[in-house]
């Protein structure tokens, strides 16, 4: 028999968010001048991976969609990633 997926409550007041997430992963929220970002982190098996995470980033209200993509390449490519590109709604075969 499989073992039942267990969840935990994440609540961001100052963001007015609240999900679950997986028992063995670390949610967090951050704030900074360009925006609220909430940040759930792996830590599979009590292994905490730095480099595994999931960010979704909540812009003030006016920032575009453009400018909001923008701050988010800007984001990944000071974090050492490059060639990121957006992908459209229906581009990707599980969207």
Do not use: C
Not at 42 to 69: C, H, I, K, M, W
Not at 79 to 91: C, F
């Amino acid at each position: 028999m499989d073992d039942p997926f267990r969840f935990v409550r994440f609540h961001s007041p100052a963001l007015g968010f609240v999900t679950y997430v997986p028992h063995d992963l670390l949610p967090g929220s951050v704030s900074g001048d360009g925006g609220d970002s909430v940040v759930v982190g792996a830590n599979y098996q009590g292994n905490q991976r730095e480099d595994v995470y999931l960010t979704l980033s909540f812009f003030p209200a006016g920032v575009s969609l453009e400018q909001a993509q923008e701050n988010t390449f800007a984001r990944l490519a000071g974090e050492g990633l490059s060639g990121v590109e957006p992908i459209e709604p229906g581009d990707h075969p599980n969207a």
